[in-house]
């Protein structure tokens, strides 16, 4: 005689990732070394996926970012540098003439 087979699966033990945040931490606009470490090199806000936080976390890390980008005590942009770099490139392509139509002859 054949057993009878449960339709629900057994759960898989799963080891918990430590949360990035710990227990001491301030999520607060003030907060600025615990603030930069959720923000991209561009000066975006990570997504919960990368940084593994939770729902409540994110929100209210989100909340801080943009407290402190207002109070300017973050930049909304990171260095100006990378910007300027990439029009003066874009400027010496002009000049060779590479973008520019050509005048048509009537």
Known sequence: MKKKRSFFKKKRSFRRRLSPIQQG????????SLISRFISKQGQIL???VT???LKQ????SIAIKQARILS???FHTSSKLFEKKR????SENKKGGFRKKKRKK
């Open 88 to 91: 003066s490139e874009s400027a």
């Open 58 to 61: 994110q929100r209210l890390l």
């Open 52 to 54: 593994r936080l939770t």
């Open 73 to 75: 005590s973050l930049a």
């Open 47 to 49: 997504s919960r996926r």
């Open 25 to 32: 931490d301030q999520i607060h606009y003030r907060n600025i």
